[in-house]
């Protein structure tokens, strides 16, 4: 028979060639790809395992634990995600400190080696922050009321503005320049979205579309998302720049936030470099500009000998839309694969169980999804033992049934239950001889 060249993304010249010679096709050796499935499967094991070290259990993918600020000053804490399956310790550097974060290493160093149990430190660069700021109407309130069809202004963040005014500020100079009329901009993780009407010098005029908040109210420090504009924004800020030569003393990792292009994944490259070393990088995917340039950016990554990628699917699916977000996420794991590259599937992973304690059957699926990825994050939350122990269970058992996209056709256990039940052997299908 003859190959459907399903699930061959990690060896698809290989596996071509091999339905060509069945057709009969003469292919000179020199010209037959050394990568087949074998090759395909050791590159992307030994490049994991060149990220983010040995796996507690080879079945399932590491698991990335981030990093609240209490746990900077409890070390029993740390040590029990440990033994709870964590393996990579996530720490973003949009909050807190370098004392904090110095902390949060040490107690993950030490933890480790009391429990014999390695894990690996993942620092996330913030990237440039985009959120809003009430400056007029609202402003003392610290929130402005805002319903479906109203007008409302979006300006530089330390503009002037009349109080009277419905305006929200954007911490990032220059963006609102960048906006065109018939742009979405989206506020809240997507709960609020407007369209701009009209864009001049430092302001631009918005109508909001849909409120989907339980409250209409837009407060500060809540992101912007730009799914229509080309930002001329730089993704690695002077912030980020001024966090590198900690990173580089005190990380394992390195994770580049909001990357857009080749040049900046060069840029930082480049930075890491500098004064000798390099820290293995994770490119988070979190833009439409970002998934539009994945082959540049895995072209430019795979300069290094280990690096990663991360499907962030916050604002990624603001980015591109909830209803696209289930393709999409697919999609980048089938091309990392062909470039076999390791990827973190992270964002609201048993976010709900997380935060009550209680799963909803729909997040239990998303997690067993989870699997195809050589790693799971987790966010911070108040069960983290909890999320840690069902994750694992969940991922132990649908891993026993596929490897990435391939099905291993193990012995199904509703089938066995049957079997078992009715006394019919699974071989030939009749009735065992009982008395």
Known sequence: GLSSLASSESHVLRQVQSVLQRLGAKIPAEDISICDDETASRLLGQRTRALFGNKLNPHIPHLMVTFDTALAGDYDAVKDLLLAGMSVARINCAHDGPKQWKRMVAHVRKAARVTARPCKVYLDLAGPKIRTVVLG?????????????????LSEPKAKVNEQ?????CTLPGVVNSLQAGD??????GLFESVVVKSGVGRAQLRMLRVSARKPFLKPEKGINFPDSRLDIQCLTDFDRTVLPFAKEHADIVGFSFVQKADDVAELQRLLHRDGGAIPLVLKIETFEAVQNLPDLLLQGMKEPVFGVMIARGDLAVEIGFERLSEVQEEILWICEAAHVPVIWATQVLETLNKSGVATRSE???????????CVMLNKGKHLLLVLATLRNILLRSGGHHLKKRYIFRPLAIAEHYFNKTGVKKEGGKKKNTP
């Open 184 to 189: 979405r901009v989206l506020f809240d993780d």
């Open 165 to 169: 005014e419905k305006v929200i500020g």
């Open 137 to 153: 109407k609202g402003r003392k309130k610290g929130r402005m009321k805002i319903g479906e069809d109203e007008l409302f202004w």
């Open 364 to 374: 239990l699926t998303d997690a067993a999804r989870a699997g195809h990825a050589e």
